[in-house]
């Protein structure tokens, strides 16, 4: 028997005219802090958002993902933002296996949208 191991990749992209705004209005220091904070706050909720799950603790979870839409918005994340929305609509909708397929997509496109934003960052240093 031949198992078929599947390894879902999406693009991801970093929205430049966002972080070019973001510079514009806090300079190049602060908006590396800004930038940086939120990279570590994203990977944090991400985590969190996998033990929630765990827990079965959807409003908190429900919770967390609101907070990632923000957080990725203002770096420039927006499909990870929208992933996180559809987290937040498979929670509304009660559907667990929908959840589990939504966080796995999220935490995928997250991990990959940290390497896009520390890519871009190693490019502006």
């Known amino acids: 028997m031949h198992v078929l191991q599947m390894r879902p990749t999406e693009q991801v992209s970093v929205d430049q ?29 991400m985590s969190h958002c996998d033990r929630l799950f765990r ?11 609101r907070s990632l839409i923000a957080i990725a918005d203002q770096v ?6 929208l992933v996180a929305s559809d987290v937040m609509s ?9 959840v589990a397929a939504t966080l796995t997509r999220l935490i995928r496109i997250g991990e990959r949208s940290l390497t896009a934003i520390w890519d871009t960052q190693d490019m502006s240093v």
């Open 90 to 98: 498979a929670i509304d909708q009660h559907d667990e296996v929908a």
């Open 76 to 81: 420039g994340l927006q499909k990870l933002g």
């Open 17 to 45: 005219e966002r972080l070019g705004t973001l510079y514009a209005q806090l300079g190049e220091a602060g908006a590396e802090d800004v930038v940086c904070r939120a990279m570590e706050e994203l990977a944090l909720r």
């Open 55 to 65: 827990e079965s603790n959807w409003d908190e979870l429900r919770k967390n993902s």
